[in-house]
């Protein structure tokens, strides 16, 4: 019996260690060093779910079960989607990457897989969504992340009975997890095999199986099995960066960090009590309207003011911004998402050099607004409208050759002594964010 225990104690530390040694390949290191210069994303909710317009967690809030959700399917046939004006769309917003949801909680799989009925070429459509999305990001050059939920309400293998949501969906059966774990290998393995590179896998609903967000006790119910899941991902495509939205520090194997609906540091949305990973990129995730999927009642949207703030104090903390939209099931984007993303790129054709493959600014955001640089530059983004001189203390530069305003180069008066910068600059009244830029030896 002594020797049992032993040889399952030598067994148990060497599956740790397997875990915990996790080397990211050569190629997954420049794919984070791209992601973390990217800055900006989009996030793209979308599926059968859009149909009653109340948004992605429909199923689950309706308390519908497995059968009549499952009709939806008959319904989904988004005739006027166009890849090419979707793709089009997030690269004049200067967004850099797309992050799509190909399967959520909902269990409805985007694309054309063969272990699962529940899926796009089952529907009046019968067309591949993640294909043709990969295909026109690889002609237009912007770089494709594939949300995936590890969590589902539907499946009888799922391990249900042990979930905090999915509970009114009518599934009698006793989980199974060996076999959701093969289906989920299965489909991750067609999602990185048939659709060229893809830059990372997105995944989401670890929290289903683990207390709520701010409990003293977060550990799983079940065992997810990581390294095998992680480790086929980066077997099969070793750049493919890996992030988890389970709202804890990073696990083993894991690429990325990201914060759901907070900035890193922050938990005004109490999803966030981890603190932010100083090895990782992070990526902070957000919505222009109040909902992730499309919401007929949702009529609020931030201006476009606020998400160039969102977007500016993300990078002043070493984060990308990944910004939601939620088609309509006919597969139009609503014009209050294309406007705002337009303006967005309008403001980013200006001030991309403050954002894009900047790194955290010396101080954290402040009252009148936050920092960001280069190796060469500070960009001083005065986002508050009305601060005319700013004094900052301790300022970690040497000597500052100039500074003026990024948007017409016009000089701006300053002083640098004994660590002490003070900066005088006209009142901004009329633009969402004022960047004067130094010029740093």
């Given amino acids: ?41 989009l996030f793209i909710h979308w599926g059968p779910f859009s149909i009653p317009g109340s948004g992605e967690w429909v199923m689950n809030e309706r308390k519908l079960t497995v059968h009549n959700y499952t009709n939806l399917k008959d319904f989904f046939n988004p005739v006027e989607f166009n890849a090419a004006q979707w793709v089009s769309m997030a690269k004049n ?72 949501t999915g509970q009114s969906s009518g599934r009698t059966g006793k989980g199974d997890y060996a076999s959701y774990l093969q289906f989920m290998k299965n489909q991750l393995t067609e999602l990185l095999t048939n659709y060229g590179e893809i830059g990372g896998i997105w995944f989401d609903g670890h929290w289903d199986q683990t207390e709520p967000e701010g409990s003293k006790d977060r550990t799983s119910r079940i065992d997810w099995k990581y390294n095998e899941i992680y480790g086929l991902i980066h077997k099969l495509q070793p750049q493919c960066m890996i992030g988890n939205n389970h709202h804890l520090t990073p696990f083993a194997g894991e690429d990325f960090q990201m914060f759901e609906r907070d900035l890193p540091g922050e938990n005004k949305s109490g999803l966030s009590f981890q603190k932010a990973s100083e090895q990782l990129p992070l990526e902070t995730c957000e919505t222009i309207s109040n909902s992730w999927g499309y919401n007929l009642s949702d009529t609020y949207y931030k201006s476009n003011k606020e998400l160039v703030h969102m977007l500016v104090k993300a990078a002043s903390l070493g984060s990308n911004l990944l910004l939601n939209i939620g088609p309509m099931p006919s597969g139009k984007i609503q014009p209050e998402f294309q406007d705002r993303l337009a303006g967005l790129g309008d403001w980013l054709k200006v001030y991309g050099e403050s954002i894009y493959g900047t790194k955290t600014g010396f101080i954290k955001p402040q009252a009148w607004g936050s920092i960001t640089q280069s190796d060469k530059k500070v960009y001083i983004h005065i986002l508050d409208g009305k601060t005319t001189t700013l004094d900052l203390e301790n300022v970690p530069l040497k000597t500052i050759k100039k500074a003026y305003l990024l948007k017409d180069k016009s000089a701006v008066n300053f002083t640098l002594k004994k660590s002490k910068l003070t900066i005088t600059a006209a009142a901004n009244t009329t633009e969402p964010d004022q960047v004067i830029v130094l010029e740093i030896g």
């Fill in 1 to 41: 019996m002594k020797k049992l225990v032993i040889i399952g104690l030598v067994l148990l530390f060497n599956m740790q260690l397997k875990a915990q040694d996790y080397v990211p390949a050569a190629s997954n290191l420049k794919q984070r060093a791209w992601f973390a210069d990217a800055r900006f994303g």
């Fill in 93 to 164: 917003a200067g967004m850099k990457y797309i992050t799509l949801i190909t399967r959520h909680h909902d269990g409805f799989s985007m694309w054309d897989t063969k272990y699962s009925d529940f899926n796009i070429m089952n529907t009046p459509y019968k067309k591949d969504i993640v294909k043709m999305m990969a295909d026109e990001c690889h002609k237009q050059g912007i770089q494709l992340y594939l949300y995936y939920s590890l969590l589902d309400w539907r499946r009888e293998d799922y391990p249900h009975e042990t979930g905090r």
